[in-house]
T-cell receptor, first 113, second 117 residues
Framework: SAVISQKPSRDICQRGTSLTIQCQVD?????MFWYRQQPGQSLTLIAT?????????ESGFVIDKFPISRPNLTFSTLTVSNMSPEDSSIYLC??????????FGPGTRLTVT | AQKITQTQPGMFVQEKEAVTLDCTYD???????LFWYKQPSSGEMIFLIY??????QNATEGRYSLNFQKARKSANLVISASQLGDSAMYFC??????????????FGTGTRLAVRP
């Protein structure tokens, strides 16, 4: 199984600022994903982080708001830009080494004031 | 239409008893995978069990088993001998299509399970 860590674990940010969340996997994975979980809701996929190319965004999410980097097969970052209170959520990254696996990081709890 | 439907927003179960959490799915792809995750109050997503669409047998992992009924498009999670630590939110998720095209998951709305002592 893959072990995934995220930094920071939580943060409180002011409106209009940006936060970059880091995701580190202890082994190489082909694909990494970023999800958002708004309070009391299920998980929604933001984008697929592709190594060596631009991320693939889901409907309703754009690169200017959620820029993603994937410099190698074990690391990715998600930036939440120009934050508003509506961005207050848990942000989770995931990845796996095979089709039977999809492991998640512990999440980043973001509160925007 | 919802791809993953979990009709039970909340469930109670007595400690040491078994409980079934329902999940139905909707896909036209012949190749897909179904996942169950546990999310305790800490927020982490804990992988529990996986069932592939071509798997002949129901998946089992310790106290967790998956009741896979392909014709009914259901993939219910069965937890045997419930423990207090099983109290959490449970999510069913699906990966559609050939695995080589990507492993992104679609999640249901979740079921909150409370285990009573």
């Amino acid at each position: 199984s893959a072990v995934i860590s995220q930094k920071p674990s939580r943060d409180i940010c002011q409106r209009g600022t940006s936060l970059t969340i880091q995701c580190q996997v202890d082994s190489q994975v082909t694909m990494m994903f970023w999800y958002r979980q708004q309070p009391g809701q299920s998980l929604t996929l933001i984008a697929t982080a592709n190594q060596g190319s631009e991320a693939t965004y889901e409907s309703g999410f754009v690169i200017d708001k959620f820029p993603i980097s994937r410099p190698n097969l074990t690391f990715s970052t998600l930036t939440v830009s120009n934050m508003s209170p509506e961005d207050s959520s848990i942000y989770l990254c995931s990845g796996g080494q095979g089709i039977y696996e999809q492991y998640f990081g512990p999440g980043t709890r973001l509160t925007v004031t | 239409a919802q791809k993953i439907t979990q009709t039970q927003p909340g469930m109670f179960v007595q400690e040491k008893e078994a409980v079934t959490l329902d999940c139905t799915y909707d896909t036209s792809d012949p190749s897909y995978g179904l996942f169950w995750y546990k999310q305790p109050s800490s927020g982490e997503m804990i992988f529990l069990i996986y069932q592939g669409s071509y798997d002949q047998q129901n998946a089992t992992e310790g106290r967790y088993s998956l009741n896979f009924q392909k014709a009914r498009k259901s993939a219910n999670l069965v937890i045997s001998a419930s423990q207090l630590g099983d109290s959490a939110m449970y999510f069913c998720a699906m990966r559609e299509g050939d695995p080589s095209s990507g492993d992104k998951l679609t999640f249901g709305t979740g079921t909150r399970l409370a285990v009573r002592p």
